[in-house]
């Protein structure tokens, strides 16, 4: 199975971004961890970004806060799908990261999750492999199922809840 690669701009999204992990984790799909900072270390993004393919990822996961240029500058520089985590870090309450990291130019398309949506981009890292891996597909497809079924299920607590 192809690798997630997950980039942080800095060890201090760790907290938000270890939930992209942990679901990685879930599904039993292999992942790395790095921390990269399109402003701090932009030659080691580069280096990483367009050696990613070769070297076994499928999928990058890219968070970071504030001006928050590194899943973009990693789009540039690979032709892998990138999933971008705008973080809540500054005094804008992460609609800063959100808008740079939204905001690409056709061509170069980031998938940007919510703020701080770490979750969602490790659900969508394991949607975008399950499309070449059956087993894959299987754990999401039973996973969905039994997401449903706890809703369903609370649904029933609530309406024979008596007040
Ligand atoms: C961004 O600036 C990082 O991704 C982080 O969200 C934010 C603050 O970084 P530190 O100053 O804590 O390293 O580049």
Do not use: W
């Not at 199922?145 to 609370?154: G, P």
């Amino acid at each position: 199975m192809k690798k997630v690669a997950i980039i942080m701009g800095s060890d201090s999204d760790f907290p938000v971004v270890k939930k992209s992990a942990e679901v990685l984790q879930q599904f039993g799909v292999p992942f790395e961890l790095r921390v990269l900072s399109a402003h701090r270390c932009a030659a080691q993004v580069s280096e990483f970004a367009s050696g990613a393919e070769d070297n076994g990822f499928g999928v990058i996961i890219a968070a970071a806060g504030k001006a928050a240029h590194l899943a973009g500058a990693i789009a540039g520089q690979t032709p892998l799908p990138v999933i971008g985590i705008p973080i809540k870090a500054s005094a804008l309450e992460g609609i800063d990261a959100l808008l740079s990291t939204v905001q690409m130019p056709a061509g170069v398309p980031v998938a940007t999750v919510a703020i701080d949506g770490a979750a969602n981009a490790g659900y969508l890292a394991v949607q975008i492999l399950s499309v070449g891996d059956d087993d894959l597909m299987s754990k999401l497809k039973a996973f969905r199922a039994e997401q449903t079924a706890k809703v369903l299920a609370a649904d029933k607590k609530m309406q024979e809840q008596v007040l």
